[in-house]
Each structure stands twice: as C-alpha cells, then as structure tokens.
C-alpha cells in the first residue's frame, strides 16, 4: 500500500491482477464494497504459476501486467489479487506504474490486527507466499506473532471443485493440527486465523468448521476490497441488494480463456462474461 | 516416434525434456536400461505447468527447449518425457531439430497392447493430457479402445509428498471408481492401466493396490525407456548392479534451481547433482 489519497469518483477503474483467476474472489468482494466501479480483471495464465517461480521473474511478469492494465485499460487504481505478487513483486509493480497500488497481504495482516486479542495470528497460503515470510513481516509491523503453513494441496481441491468433500475436509484438518502443534510449540495461544490465498474463501466454511473454538478465520480478499473501498473513498457505500446496478467488469487472459470463462464463475459468484485474449510477450 | 534406424553407440547424448522435474522418472528408467548414455535433462520449470496453456504456446515452448538440447548440449537423440508435450507438440518438436525424438505416449500405448487381452484399456494421466485425447488415439493405432481420465490432484499430492499417505489412497479409490464405472458403462472390461504422466510412477504401488484383481499397471515411464534403448540398439544390455558406472548426468532448469534439486532426488531415487540455470527466453 504506498500511495492513501486518491480523488473521491464514483466509478474509478479498477484494475485487478492476478497470475490466474483465483484473484476473482477478490473483484467479487470489491463489487460488494464498490458497486459502481468499473473493472478490469487480468489473469496471466499463459504463466501461471507464479508460485513455482523466482522473484526476479515473478517481478518482471507482474509488472507488465501492471503496465497493460494501467496504460491500455486505463486503471487509476490497481490491486494485485494474487499473494505471491504481493509478496515478492510490490516494489517492481509500483515503479512500473503511476497509479497507487494495493496487495492483498497488508489487508490480511491489519484485519487480522482488528481481531487478535492474543496478538498470536496462524496463516494458511500457498507455498511460495510462505517461503517469503510476507505474512509474519506483515503480522510484526501489525504487532502481531504470525506463523505460517504452506497448504500446496488446496488450490488443487478447489480447482477440482472437491469444495464440500470429505478429502478436502480431512486436508484442511491435517494441515490446520500441524499448524496449531507448530504454533503451541512455540508458546503461541492464536485467535486468529487468516486465509492466506485467493483460493481459499471458497474453503471458507470448511476452515470455520475445523479451526479449534475461539479462533476467527480472516479473509484477505474481503480485508483487500474493504482497504480498497477506504483509499478510494468510497468506503460505506453497500448498496441494498434490489439496487446494485449490473456490474461493469472487463476479464483479460494470457492464455487458456475457455478455462478461464468456465471456473471463473466459481470463484465470482456469476458469469465472468467474455474473456479476452491478451499477449504480454514471453 | 519418427526415425527409427541410429548409429548404435556405446555412450549416446540423450536429450529428456520435461516441462518441470517429474520427467526424471523417465530418466531414471533410461539409465536402468542404458546405464553408459550421457544424459542432459532440462527442466523448463519457469514456464510450467505445460498442461493449463494453449497448444500454439506449448508448440513454442518445447521447440525451443528440444533446441537447446541439440544445439547447446549436442543430444542425438531426444526423450519427450512431458506428456503435455507428447501429446500437443510432437510435430513442432521434430520440426525444430535434426535428431529422432521419441515421445513418452506411443511406448505406453504400445505396452498396453502388448498385455491386453481385453484390448480395453484405462488411462489416468493430466487434465491437458486427457482434454487432447492423444492416449486414446495411440491406443486406437494399437487395436485398443482406451478411455481415459484426468486426476489433477494426484500431481499436487506426490508434490508434497504423501506417496503412501491415507489421503492419496481415497484420491486414487476415487479417480478408480468413477474411471471403471466410466468404463463399465461403455461395456468395456478393461485389464489394464496405463499411468499416462511422469509424476504417477511414483505413486505406482498405490495405484496397483487399489485397481480391480485382475488389471495390470503399465508404467509409460518404463514402456518409454524400453522404446528408447530398442531404437537406439542399446535393448538387452542392463548390466548387473555391481557393474553399473556412474551415471553421466547433466541437468538444466529455467527456473526455480533449488526446488528442483532438493524435490529432483525423489524422482530420479537419488541426488540429480548440481542442476544449471538456463534462460531460454519468455
């Protein structure tokens, strides 16, 4: 999060950028906050996943993501929807462009910061994001102890549509015992728990379900549409459902848009409409 | 599968190419069969996974990467042991270099027919690998009728490790199930499976558990390096275990350098040594 002020509009642009779609999550949480915004959404999935790669490739690939949205979409806002880009490739994107950017993982951190009274946070992600820390350096600034878990299994489970499955259930249980063991070992008493990855609010329920009594799940899209809603001020403004106009959203791939348009809707909530085929080059 | 007449040579330079590292599990049949080949093994893992990308971009990335192999590392021949690759680029590939290149499909379908009786037969490989049906037509140009699933969990889990963990079990149970009674429904009877992706070797013991009494696993790994050594003039000549040199291996990755090396060894069943970074572009 770099730049706080922005001209107040009731329908700025928006872009949203993530290495593939699981960052639709976050624009449905955005069009719940921001209704009127305009939107539009890239998914680099000629070159997902970025999880597997190296900073320095990651940072160069987010940042001509960055500069589509920006320069041909016209975006004045831009949040990166994807936790591995927010971790290792924030600096690059905002030099990259001129318009103020926000990544999902300070959002994380400061709901997560709202809610603790035991200061002791557990986070769940991907396992690149772990392997950065980006989480428990977000937690320390927030005065917060986070420790972290790489769940590799989930993203797949979810792509499989395997939401509700006793498998995925069984998973989220033995990843969320190793975390918590982790955790009590190190003296922690967490309260808190914050969803680490764009995937994973469609395994929300079956985390609410397995985090032991007392511990909250925190959502970081959710977390990264409400900071969003506040930098532009347009925070406060939920429309009553019967008079949410028809949002405007243009979707953008690097490849694969069938498959795009066919999982999109899972993760939006509705159709994601036509997808565009863009190419970044690489 | 084009050339099939080489010089015979002692000590070959065999080029594999895969698009990350589960094609060391091909390489680690090649030298059971043909322990006196040089081999240089390439990883394209800055641009992996092969199989969510479109055919024109697989084409492209494999044709450059079977370039390198011949051109930079002097391969005079070349093993495919990417199924995606197999499956959507065999021609671009041939095109791109002077040298016979063998692909990991049509050895797993020549196997399958080699042991079917039923000539009905299973296939469990990658949602790409399935979506482009290519295990089904080389079963057909074998006389079998082949019906084929995509399990895009199983990749993920042998990733993390769980080769004999109760929750692979169920995914395999699972993926069985719907595949036999997908099969039985189309009147087949099949006896045999053919494990059509270079991670599920590994998970071979687990599959052969849970088929039903009476199918055969064939491992397209292992059909691959029988074919390879045929064609090469190299069949026949395993040499026992006291007489085995020192494997001559040299592996290049595009990406991601030290996952590879530390997640390489349980492929390949021991350390893949010290592995170079190459950048083939993108």
Not at 59 to 74: D, T
Request: glycine letters at 8%; proline letters at 5%.
């Amino acid at each position: 999060m770099t730049h706080t002020a922005t001209q107040p509009s009731e329908s700025p642009v928006i872009g949203v950028f993530d290495s593939g779609f699981g960052g639709l999550t976050v624009l449905k949480a955005l069009l719940t906050h921001m209704p009127h915004a305009q939107y539009a959404f890239l998914g680099d999935t000629a070159r997902l996943p970025y999880g597997s790669k190296s900073q320095r490739t990651i940072a160069r690939y987010a940042a001509e993501s960055a500069q589509f949205l920006v320069n041909e979409q016209k975006a004045e806002f831009l949040v990166i929807a994807c936790n591995t880009a927010s971790a290792l490739a924030m600096e690059a994107i905002q030099a990259a462009v001129p318009v103020p950017v926000l990544g999902v993982i300070e959002p994380g951190a400061a709901a997560a910061a709202a809610h603790s009274r035991t200061r002791n946070v557990l986070v769940v992600a991907t396992e690149a994001t772990v392997h950065s820390h980006a989480y428990a350096a977000a937690c320390q600034r927030q005065g917060l102890h986070g420790v972290e878990k790489a769940c590799p299994l989930l993203v797949p489970l979810v792509e499989e549509g395997w939401v509700d499955h006793p498998v995925t259930e069984q998973v989220v249980s033995i990843y969320l015992d190793e975390l918590m063991a982790e955790a009590q070992a190190a003296g922690q008493r967490p309260d808190t728990l914050v969803l680490g990855c764009t995937h994973y609010p469609l395994l929300h329920k079956v985390f609410q379900s397995k985090v032991p009594v007392g511990v909250q799940v925190i959502d970081s899209a959710e977390a990264t549409a409400a900071a969003a809603a506040r930098m532009l001020g347009l925070a406060g403004r939920s429309l009553r459902a019967d008079a949410v106009p028809a949002p405007s959203i243009r979707c953008f791939a690097t490849d694969s848009v069938e498959k795009f348009e066919r999982l999109g809707s899972r993760f939006l909530g509705h159709s994601v409409g036509k997808v565009s085929l863009v190419d970044l080059g690489g």
